[in-house]
């Protein structure tokens, strides 16, 4: 048997190792996406608070939690400055106010 066939079969051994250890860890319930839906609760991406702060503007003032810490339902993550969306939601108020005066 020569070298190039003893290789192919090395892979070939290997590739199957990965997929049968893969659907053994799948159904065992071991994988990263069941892992990270079961600790769902402590964790909170970068993306869900970039979403949440996606439509509010402001100078970050307070870093409650950092990276990697856990987090549970309704704690203060990050504090922004307020003064600009207090300053938007008093300009609305006088339009609002101006509109129903006409």
Excluded: H, P, W
Excluded at 7 to 14: K, P, S, V
Excluded at 22 to 42: E, I, P, S, W
Excluded at 61 to 88: F, H, P
């Amino acid at each position: 048997m020569g070298a190039r066939r003893k290789a192919i079969r090395a892979g070939l051994l290997f590739i199957a190792l990965l997929i049968i250890s893969g659907v053994v860890l799948m159904y065992r319930g071991n994988d990263a996406v069941f892992l990270a839906t079961q600790k769902k609760d402590g964790i909170l991406t970068a993306e869900q608070i970039k979403l949440s702060f996606d439509s509010v503007g402001g100078r970050l003032i307070n870093e409650a939690v950092r990276e990697g810490q856990e987090v549970s339902a309704g704690q203060v993550v990050m504090q922004i400055d307020s003064t600009d969306t207090d300053l938007a939601i008093k300009n609305c108020g006088r339009k609002l106010l101006n509109s129903t005066r006409r």
